[in-house]
C-alpha cells in the first residue's frame, strides 16, 4: 500500500501545466517579417538581426510573443539573443522550428566569446518575469569532443519561468541552465548530446545580490540522453554576499525519461536543496548514480546550506550496459549516494551541519550489473557526527544485481560508513557479488524486515559476510539500535557467514532474523545479541502506524506521518495541526481516523500496547483511541503518555481505572483496527496485539508481524 506521506516537513507539488500557454500579449510578430530566413549558415548574421529586433519590438510594446515559422534558422552563437519580461518565443514544434548555431568548439583554435544561443533574461541585476519558451528546438550543428563553458539555453535571474515542449541538443556545456529563477516549469522537453548536464538549476556563482526564492518549480515529463553529466542538478552553491538565496527549495522532479550518461555523471542530482521530492522518473544506463544527495564543488554547509528534507520514491533505474568503473567497491559507481564529496571551498575546513538530514528514498527499483547499491561518503576534513549524513531512510527499495554469479567485481548491496541515524526496512538486496550490506562506524542503526539474498557467491574476497556491521555503536539517536526481522538467505555459492559484528558493544536489540546460510553463519558471541532476553508471543501482531490502509480526517484535523526522532519505522503518526483541541466523545463521526487490516489467526481476546509520545503541547496533546471494525471498545478507548515528549509503551485504559487495555475478536479473519485523535498533537509509533497477558514491549517494539 502506500500511504500519506508528511516527513514533518511540507513539500509543494507545484501546479504542472499539461497543455500550451494560451496567453494574451500586447504583440505578437514573426520573425520572417523582421528578415530572418530559413535556410544555411550563411543566413547567421541575417537571422540573429532578425530574431533581435523582433524580441526588441516585442519588449517595446511593453511584452507580447515571437514567432518562429517552421524551418532552419541558423543564428551566430556569439550575439546575444534576449528573450526579456512578458514574451513568448515559440515555433511550430521542436522539430519543426528550429534555432542552430556553427559549434565553434569543433573548430580550432576554441573561442574565446560566449556561445550561448539563446538568452533567457536580460542579464547584470537586472529581474525579468514572465518568460515563455515553447514549440522550438535549438541546437548546435555538430557535437563537440570539447567541454566549453556556454551553455546552450540560459535563463537568469527570472521570476515565472515556462520552458515546455521544446528540443535543446549537442550542447557545448549545459544545455538548459536555469540561474536564479523563482517558480518555472520546464516540461515535455527532449534534451541530448552534450558535454554537461542536461538541465541545471542553480542560484548563481556570481556577486550580484538576488533577493528572491530560488526553486519553486516543476521538471517534469521530460526526455533526456547520452549526456556528459548529470542529466537534472539541482545544485546550490555558497554566496557569501546573498544568504538568501544559498538554499534551493521545493523543486519536484517527476516523470522524467533518462538514458544514459556519458564519462560521469548520472540521474538526478541534489546538491544544497531543501523540500524536493523527485518520483515516478525511469532513468537507465548513467555512468555513475540513479541518484545522488551530496555536497559539491564551490559549496559550503555553513549558514544552514546543506541538503535537506528530500524524498525520493517510486522511481525504476535500470543499468544494462555496464559503463561503470569496472573497478567499484567503495570508490565505484552506485545507484544511490549520500554524503559529501567535497569540503567547502570558503576557506573553511568543516562545515555547521549534517550534510545531508532527513532524506528518504521509498519503493524504487534499482537493477544493475556495474554498481552498488547504497553509497554513503564524507570528506574526511568534515566534523565526525556534527556533519555526517542524519537521519538516511531506506524504505521498501529493491536492489538487485543482474552480472551473475561469475564476476570479479567488488560491488556492495549497501556500503554507509559515517552516518549519524541512519534506517533501512523492507528493502532487497540479491545477487551481489561482494557483501550485501555493510555498515561501518555509524551513531545510529536500525535494520529491519530487509531481505539479503544470494550475496557474497564471489570467492575472490576476504569479507564474504551477507551482512557486516563493524565498528559501529549500535544505538539509534540515543536508544536502542535494532536488526530484526530480516531475511538472511544463501541458497548458492561460497559465503562464509550470513551476519558478521564486530565491536558493536551491548545495547543492541536482535530477535526474528530468518537465517539460511551455510555453517557457521555468525561470528559473534550470541550473548551480544540478547536474544534471550527477546520472547515474542506466537500470537502477536505489530502495526506499524506510518503503513495504514486507510485514512479519513475530521473535525479539521488529520493524521500525519512524522519523522519524529526513535520512531520503529518509516515514521511515526501524529494529529494536526497541534492546536490543543480534544475530542472526547463520538470518536467514529468526529475524529481523524486511520484504519489497519488484520487478520487474525484466531478469535479470543488481545491485550492491546500502543507506543506513543506527547506533541508540543504536552498536557494537552498526548491521547488516542483504538477501536475495532469501526466502533470504540469501552476497554481500549483511551491511551494516555503521561504528558512526555518522549516514547512510552501503554497498555492501560485511562477511561476503567486503568485496567489492562484489551479487544474481543469474535471471529478469525479480516478485521479493522481504527485508530482515531482523543488530543491533537498526539504522536503514535506502533500497536501491539497479542493474547499474552503478561508480555510487556520494550524499546521500539517487534517489527512488524502478523502470525
Not at 497543455?19 to 541575417?46: C, E, M, N, Q, R
Not at 537571422?47 to 514567432?67: D, E, M, R
Amino acid at each position: 500500500m502506500k500511504c500519506k506521506l508528511n516527513l514533518g516537513f511540507a513539500i509543494s507539488l507545484i501546479s504542472i501545466l499539461l497543455s500550451s500557454l494560451d496567453i494574451a500579449f500586447a504583440l505578437d510578430v514573426s520573425i520572417t517579417s523582421y528578415g530572418a530566413v530559413s535556410g544555411g549558415s550563411g543566413y547567421a548574421s541575417v537571422n540573429t538581426t532578425a530574431f533581435i529586433n523582433a524580441l526588441a519590438a516585442v519588449n517595446t510594446a511593453g511584452g507580447g510573443s515571437v514567432y518562429v515559422p517552421a524551418g532552419t534558422y541558423y543564428v551566430d552563437s556569439t550575439q546575444k539573443i534576449r528573450v526579456l519580461s512578458d514574451t513568448c518565443l515559440y515555433g511550430d514544434g521542436p522539430t519543426s522550428s528550429i534555432m542552430i548555431a556553427e559549434n565553434l568548439y569543433a573548430a580550432n583554435p576554441i573561442p574565446a566569446n560566449d556561445t550561448t544561443i539563446l538568452t533567457l533574461g536580460a542579464g547584470g541585476t537586472a529581474v525579468t518575469q514572465n518568460v515563455t519558451l515553447q514549440n522550438l528546438g535549438v541546437k548546435f550543428d555538430t557535437v563537440s569532443a570539447t567541454r566549453g563553458a556556454s551553455s546552450l539555453v540560459v535563463a537568469s535571474r527570472i521570476i515565472d519561468l515556462t520552458v515546455q515542449n521544446c528540443s535543446f541538443l549537442n550542447s557545448n556545456c549545459v544545455h538548459l541552465y536555469l540561474d536564479r529563477v523563482d517558480s518555472f516549469t520546464v516540461q515535455n522537453n527532449t534534451i541530448g548530446g552534450g558535454m554537461a548536464d542536461g538541465i541545471q538549476l542553480s542560484n548563481g556563482s556570481d556577486s550580484y545580490s538576488w533577493g528572491y526564492p530560488v526553486g519553486f518549480g516543476t521538471i517534469s515529463n521530460n526526455t533526456i540522453s547520452n549526456t556528459h553529466d548529470d542529466a537534472i542538478c539541482i545544485w546550490g552553491r555558497y554566496s557569501s554576499n546573498d544568504p538568501n538565496r544559498n538554499v534551493i527549495q521545493q523543486v519536484v522532479v517527476s516523470n522524467n525519461t533518462v538514458n544514459g550518461t556519458i564519462t560521469h555523471g548520472g540521474g538526478v542530482n541534489f546538491a544544497g536543496a531543501q523540500n524536493c521530492e523527485a518520483f515516478d522518473n525511469t532513468i537507465s544506463n548513467t555512468a555513475e548514480h540513479f541518484f545522488i544527495v551530496s555536497l559539491l564543488p564551490s559549496m559550503s554547509g555553513d549558514g544552514g546550506r546543506v541538503n535537506k528534507d528530500i524524498y525520493i520514491h517510486d522511481n525504476t533505474c535500470v543499468s544494462t550496459n555496464g559503463a561503470g568503473n569496472p573497478v567499484g567497491g567503495s570508490t565505484g559507481p552506485r545507484c544511490v549516494e549520500f554524503g559529501a564529496r567535497y569540503t567547502a571551498d570558503d576557506g573553511s575546513s568543516e562545515t555547521t551541519s549534517p550534510c545531508a538530514e532527513n532524506i528518504v528514498f521509498e519503493n524504487n527499483s534499482f537493477t544493475i550489473n556495474d554498481r552498488n547499491g547504497i553509497y554513503s561518503m564524507l570528506h574526511p576534513t568534515l566534523n565526525e557526527g556534527t556533519n555526517w549524513p542524519t537521519n538516511i531512510f531506506f524504505i521498501n527499495n529493491s536492489f538487485s544485481f543482474s552480472n551473475g554469479q561469475s564476476t570479479t567485481l567488488d560491488f556492495r548491496g549497501a556500503y554507509m560508513d559515517s552516518v549519524a541515524t541512519v534506517m533501512l526496512s523492507g528493502n532487497s538486496f540479491s545477487g551481489f557479488p561482494n557483501i550485501g550490506l555493510m555498515v561501518n562506524n555509524q551513531d545510529g542503526v536500525r535494520i529491519c524486515s530487509n531481505t539479503i539474498e544470494n550475496c557474497v557467491a564471489s570467492s575472490t574476497f576476504s569479507a564474504n559476510d551477507m551482512i557486516s556491521i563493524q565498528g559501529s555503536p549500535l544505538t539509534f539517536n540515543g536508544n536502542l539500535g535494532e536488526f530484526s526481522g530480516n531475511q538472511i538467505i544463501k541458497t548458492t555459492g561460497k559465503a562464509r557467514y550470513g551476519l558478521n559484528l564486530g565491536n558493536v558493544g551491548t545495547s543492541y536489540l536482535y530477535f526474528d532474523n530468518v537465517f539460511d546460510c551455510p555453517a557457521g553463519n555468525v561470528t559473534a558471541p550470541l550473548s551480544i545479541y540478547q536474544a534471550s532476553t527477546v520472547v515474542i508471543p506466537a500470537d502477536l501482531i505489530s502495526i506499524e502506524t506510518a503503513f495504514y490502509n486507510g485514512a479519513i480526517d475530521r473535525s479539521d484535523h488529520e493524521w500525519d506521518i512524522n519523522l519524529f526522532a526513535s520512531n520503529s519505522s518509516l515514521g511515526c503518526v501524529q494529529s494536526l495541526p497541534d492546536s490543543g483541541e480534544a475530542i472526547t466523545t463520538n470518536y467514529p463521526t468526529q475524529s481523524p481516523e486511520l484504519d489497519y487490516t488484520v487478520n487474525f489467526a484466531t478469535p479470543g481476546t488481545y491485550y492491546v500496547w500502543v507506543r506513543g509520545a506527547a506533541g508540543t503541547g504536552l498536557g494537552n496533546s498526548d491521547s488516542c483511541v483504538v477501536g475495532l471494525d469501526g466502533a470504540v471498545v469501552p476497554a481500549s478507548d483511551d491511551f494516555f503518555f503521561s504528558a512526555q515528549p518522549t516514547w512510552i509503551w501503554d497498555g492501560l485504559c485511562g477511561d476503567h481505572n486503568n485496567a489492562p487495555s484489551t479487544i474481543t475478536v469474535t471471529t478469525a479473519g479480516a478485521h479493522t483496527i481504527n485508530l482515531w485523535m482523543r488530543e491533537d498533537g498526539t504522536f503514535v509509533d506502533k500497536i501491539i496485539l497479542t493474547k499474552s497477558s503478561t508480555y510487556t514491549p520494550t524499546g521500539y517494539g517487534p517489527a512488524a508481524r502478523q502470525p
